[in-house]
Nanobody, 124 residues
Framework: QVQLVDSGGGLVQAGGSLRLSCVAS?????????MGWFRQAPGKEREFVGA???????RYADAVKGRFTISRDNAKNTVYLQMNSLKPEDTAVYYC?????????????????WGQGTQVTVSS
């Protein structure tokens, strides 16, 4: 059984920072799977933010490249999303997700387990 619990969202002013956490339990985290972050704004489709492989290779969406950083602590079964220089357009519910394969994809449908989501609101 794979479970993901994400947290760390909140309200922040434009230019500020937040760090999201995703604690994973179950087989996927320790068996080479990919951990990803997605976000969904009201009225929009869920979109890829970034992902990290077991070997710590990271891929980011162009919209967040240079501002967001994904890292993982395998000892704590936790993945982090450090978000800096936040913009109002970053406002969304952020979800962590996992897929039991070793390579990153940007399609939400290829991820098999999801966290419950955490709201990030950036005010202008």
């Amino acid at each position: 059984q794979v479970q993901l619990v994400d947290s760390g969202g909140g309200l922040v002013q434009a230019g500020g920072s937040l760090r999201l956490s995703c604690v994973a339990s179950g087989r996927t985290f320790n068996s080479g799977g990919v951990m990803g972050w997605f976000r969904q704004a009201p009225g929009k489709e869920r979109e890829f933010v970034g992902a990290i492989t077991w070997s710590a290779d990271v891929r980011y969406a162009d919209a967040v490249k240079g501002r967001f950083t994904i890292s993982r602590d395998n000892a704590k079964n936790t993945v982090y999303l450090q978000m800096n220089s936040l913009k109002p357009e970053d406002t969304a519910v952020y979800y962590c997700a996992t897929r039991p394969y070793s390579y990153v994809t940007t399609y939400a449908t290829t991820y098999t387990h999801w966290g419950q989501g955490t709201q990030v609101t950036v005010s202008s």
